[in-house]
């Protein structure tokens, strides 16, 4: 097993799955990780630094999004091979693989100006083909039903329909409608629930994983030990989920309330003794015109994560490929025997 030079610093403030995934992104960076090396697992890592081993599977999953790490299925995770060219930013590693791509093109006989027309031709065949495609996203949260809706629209054009469970349970139309949807998208919360609702679709329902903002995350754990803050949203799944994302992060010695009703007066009564206020999207316009000065305003979103939403494109594109091709297989009898007659 590889060692482990670093601790946790549980005076720092900064989220434990924060300092993880920062050390193990610099030990890689300065070549003590190198490429193809083989990582401790998350339990050997959790045992070590003295952490709940769901901890370093976060660290170890943003890690694996941003493309620093790669696990392989029963063998383990490993530092990834272009782990060193990282420090690059995405649009310079996208120059070099469009650079590779015209090499071989103009190796082939293609013109740069032919090469040009035709990727341009390319993306804009993409570009349809998602237009072309409905996803129904399904979420049991009202707070935040719209925003991930937002978030997964991938800016090309995809038509996502947010659909709410509690809705799908009481209207058969809706459940009707979702049903007929390209794709099914949920969250790893309700994917086996999904899944049980819509037998028949299991290839074409997706699991994606919701991460905190690091930003909300990092500002609750700077908060001294002991504050008394009060979490302000609409439903008490959301309260839960941010309750768990907390503890997650290591983030425990706060006195914390919850509050999911409406009243104006007795929730201005919650606030006068609190250090801070978290709320949910939903209720950020609201609290905000109650909190004066002294009180700490921190907005708690979560979004789907870079791999999830790579992952949801390429399914999309996927999806829309077989399609195609089904729809050639499907006509083409009947086009021939138009064309006999």
Known sequence: MADIPFEIDRTSGLPVYLQIKQNLAHLIACN????????????????????????VSLAYRQLENEG???SRQGRGTF??????????????????????????????????????????????QRYQALKEVTI??????????????????????????????????????????????DLIVTTFFHLDEVCNKFPDRQDEILGIALDPVIESVVKIARLPHGAKVLLVCIS?????????????????????????????????ELLEDKQAVIVS????????????????????IYKPDAGSVNLLRSSVLEHKKSNSKQEAIDCGPDTAMGDIG
């Open 281 to 300: 999207p939903g209720r950020l316009k609201e609290v905000g015109s109650m909190v004066g000065e002294g009180i700490q305003l921190i907005e708690f």
């Open 136 to 181: 129904a996203f399904l979420e049991c949260n009202r707070e935040q039903l719209d925003y991930f809706a937002r978030e997964i629209e991938l800016g090309t054009g995809v038509r996502v329909m947010p659909v709410l469970l509690d809705d799908l349970e009481k209207d058969p139309e809706v459940s009707s409608v979702v049903s007929k949807a």
């Open 236 to 268: 008490e799944a959301f309260a839960e989920r941010v309750t768990k994302s907390m503890a997650l992060a290591g983030i425990r010695e706060l006195e914390m309330e919850v509050y999911t009703g409406r009243d104006p007066q007795y929730l201005k």
């Open 79 to 124: 530092v990834a091979d272009t782990a060193g060219a990282l420090g690059e930013s995405k649009r310079e590693r996208a120059g070099k693989i469009i650079d590779a791509a015209l090499d071989k093109a103009l190796s082939l006989g293609v013109s740069p100006d032919e090469f040009l027309a035709l990727t341009q031709q390319c993306v804009e």
């Open 68 to 70: 620093l790490i790669t």
């Open 32 to 55: 003590y990780w190198k490429p193809g090396q083989k990582l401790p697992t998350e339990r050997q890592m959790a045992a070590k630094l003295g952490v709940s081993r769901n901890t």
